[in-house]
């Protein structure tokens, strides 16, 4: 919260008070937790994912404090779901009118966007000590995709090189935004909603208030950019361009891209006044809705049926695993369709031996079986979120895609939480059980689950 404080400092917008209180109380609390004994046991997998799941809670629950002490938000459940909608980089939001808060919330509301889309602890292990199992561990918790792999032999190298790349990423894009027009403040916000593919802009008009086609076509570009794997990157620092260019996912990735983009254009074409305006939105909200950044120039909930349609699909699809987009991650649905057709092969020749491939080697049965289970978890806890916040009383289609942009770490849904609205429609118990769903979807379900599963506890 350093930085935020700062920023408070600076502009004067009597933050401060709040960021101070609240480092002072985390840091003594984090003081007698360092002093606790222990255990000299090496951490197993289900400790790994017990402390992520543990820490992106209480880490949420801190982080709110100075938002509500701000005076900005009505009740602390509130301030609650703003600071994980930008810790898990969801985008969504319960304010009308962003630009009343103080600059030092602003800033660390988007900030927040920032350290949560490369990961929490995948920071921690940058700058602090840990043995190499143990910050395994924590990784396969906290980072995004069907599998978490190493790019270097050591962890605490690794998580510096994705952020090196992360940071350098940013630092580009600010300075685009920069020589484009953009304040220095509002570079940086929307560079940190860009880089973590959250979504807060500092104003109600959004980027869309820019009026800004250079800046639109740059945030583009970047949005789809931080939805690649970044392990792709580190190849291509290798200068293992090949490898790089012919990854399947991130084909397949920018195949949809392409397709969505195309398809929505000729959709919307007679209702924006040319190809040009077609292109312009579809591509944005296209870039924006894929990665699950959340950003909008245009509210889409005016859009004919096709477009809508193929944007909630787009929101389930969501980027490529190992970078700062959510949804099911285009790596799963590639595994999913393969096995999909691989069993239709199976049926029509029994006798076969069939395998499901990604980037010409087979993908190992741990990783189908953890897939498949994935999948099918995702349907149900959509389904059952939907119908438990159907008891605030708001129609089908809000409720739906509320659940599916949380749980996908979208931003915007569709009728009363459109891009244009926001999720202040919603009772304070609603937006709890919305912030579980935010965490349940960025830490891809077992984490949470795991929290409240006797079996974990027991020794």
Same mark, same amino acid.
């Given at each position: 919260?350093?930085?935020?404080?700062? +920023?408070?400092?600076?502009? $004067?917008? =009597?933050?401060?008070? %709040?960021?101070?209180?609240?480092?002072?109380?985390?840091?003594? *609390?984090?003081?007698?937790?360092?002093?606790?004994? !222990?255990?000299?046991?090496?951490?197993?997998?289900?400790?790994?994912?017990?402390?992520?799941?543990?820490?992106?809670?209480?880490? &949420?629950?801190? =982080?709110?404090?100075?938002?509500?002490? &701000?005076?900005?938000?009505?009740?602390?459940?509130?301030?609650?779901?703003?600071?994980? &909608?930008?810790?898990?980089?969801?985008?969504?939001?319960?304010?009308? $009118?962003?630009? /009343?808060?103080?600059?030092?919330?602003?800033?660390?509301?988007?900030?927040?966007?920032?350290?949560?889309?490369? =990961?929490?602890?995948?920071? *921690?292990?940058? *700058?602090?000590?840990?043995?190499?199992?143990?910050?395994?561990?924590?990784?396969?918790?906290?980072?995004?995709?069907?599998?978490? =792999?190493?790019?270097?032999?050591?962890?605490?190298?690794?998580?510096?090189?994705?952020?090196?790349?992360?940071?350098?990423?940013?630092?580009?894009?600010?300075?685009?935004?920069?020589?484009?027009?953009?304040?220095?403040?509002?570079?940086?916000?929307?560079?940190?909603?860009?880089?973590? @593919?959250?979504?807060?802009? *500092?104003?109600?008009?959004?980027?869309?208030?820019?009026?800004?086609?250079?800046?639109?076509?740059?945030?583009?570009?970047?949005?789809?950019?931080?939805?690649?794997?970044?392990?792709?990157?580190?190849?291509?620092?290798?200068?293992?361009?090949?490898?790089?260019?012919?990854?399947?996912?991130?084909? +397949?990735?920018?195949?949809?891209?392409?397709?969505?983009?195309?398809?929505?254009?000729?959709?919307?074409?007679?209702?924006?006044?040319?190809?040009?305006?077609?292109?312009? !939105?579809?591509?944005? !909200?296209?870039?924006?809705?894929?990665?699950?950044?959340?950003?909008?120039?245009? /509210?889409?909930?005016?859009?004919?049926?096709?477009?809508?349609?193929?944007?909630?699909?787009?929101?389930?699809?969501?980027?490529?695993?190992?970078?700062?987009?959510?949804?099911?991650?285009?790596?799963?649905?590639?595994?999913?369709?393969?096995?999909?057709?691989?069993?239709?092969? !199976?049926?029509?020749?029994?006798?076969?031996?069939?395998?499901?491939?990604?980037?010409?080697?087979?993908?190992?049965?741990? @990783?189908?079986?953890?897939?498949? +289970?994935?999948?099918?978890?995702?349907?149900?806890?959509?389904?059952?979120?939907?119908? +438990?916040? #159907?008891?605030?009383?708001?129609?089908?289609?809000?409720?739906?895609?509320?659940?599916? #942009?949380?749980?996908?770490?979208?931003?915007? %849904?569709?009728?009363?939480?459109?891009?244009?609205?926001?999720?202040?429609?919603?009772? /304070?118990?609603?937006?709890?059980?919305?912030?579980?769903?935010?965490?349940?979807?960025?830490?891809?379900?077992?984490?949470?689950?795991?929290?409240?599963?006797?079996?974990?506890?027991?020794?």
């Amino acid at each position: 919260m350093l930085p935020a404080l700062l +920023v408070s400092l600076i502009y $004067r917008d =009597g933050d401060a008070i %709040g960021f101070l209180l609240t480092i002072i109380g985390a840091g003594i *609390v984090g003081t007698i937790l360092m002093r606790v004994k !222990q255990s000299e046991g090496r951490m197993s997998s289900r400790d790994g994912y017990f402390i992520v799941a543990s820490a992106w809670i209480f880490i &949420s629950l801190i =982080g709110a404090i100075p938002l509500y002490i &701000s005076g900005g938000f009505e009740s602390f459940p509130g301030a609650l779901f703003e600071i994980v &909608s930008g810790f898990t980089t969801t985008g969504a939001s319960i304010l009308a $009118r962003p630009e /009343d808060l103080g600059h030092g919330v602003l800033f660390w509301r988007s900030f927040t966007h920032w350290i949560g889309g490369m =990961g929490v602890l995948v920071f *921690v292990m940058m *700058v602090m000590p840990m043995e190499n199992d143990n910050s395994m561990h924590l990784v396969r918790a906290e980072v995004p995709g069907p599998t978490a =792999g190493k790019l270097v032999p050591r962890m605490r190298t690794t998580s510096m090189i994705l952020y090196g790349i992360y940071g350098i990423m940013t630092l580009t894009l600010v300075v685009l935004l920069l020589i484009f027009g953009l304040k220095p403040f509002d570079s940086f916000c929307i560079a940190f909603g860009t880089a973590g @593919t959250g979504g807060f802009a *500092v104003s109600s008009a959004g980027i869309a208030g820019y009026n800004s086609l250079a800046v639109e076509m740059i945030l583009s570009i970047f949005m789809l950019l931080f939805g690649v794997n970044f392990s792709v990157y580190h190849l291509i620092l290798l200068k293992k361009f090949k490898e790089a260019i012919f990854d399947e996912e991130v084909r +397949v990735y920018f195949g949809i891209v392409a397709f969505s983009t195309l398809a929505i254009a000729w959709n919307i074409f007679h209702y924006v006044g040319g190809l040009g305006n077609a292109l312009r !939105q579809s591509l944005f !909200q296209v870039a924006s809705i894929i990665t699950t950044s959340g950003f909008a120039t245009v /509210d889409f909930e005016y859009w004919p049926e096709f477009s809508k349609h193929l944007l909630v699909l787009l929101m389930v699809v969501g980027a490529c695993a190992g970078s700062t987009g959510g949804g099911m991650k285009v790596s799963r649905v590639l595994i999913l369709v393969k096995s999909f057709f691989a069993e239709i092969r !199976q049926i029509i020749n029994p006798r076969e031996i069939i395998t499901v491939r990604i980037n010409g080697k087979p993908v190992d049965k741990k @990783t189908l079986r953890s897939t498949r +289970v994935y999948a099918a978890a995702y349907m149900i806890l959509v389904c059952v979120f939907t119908l +438990v916040i #159907s008891l605030d009383g708001l129609d089908l289609t809000t409720n739906f895609t509320a659940v599916l #942009s949380c749980f996908n770490n979208i931003g915007p %849904g569709l009728n009363r939480v459109g891009p244009m609205a926001n999720f202040s429609v919603y009772s /304070d118990w609603v937006k709890v059980v919305l912030s579980v769903v935010m965490l349940t979807g960025r830490l891809e379900i077992f984490p949470m689950f795991l929290l409240f599963a006797r079996s974990a506890h027991d020794r």
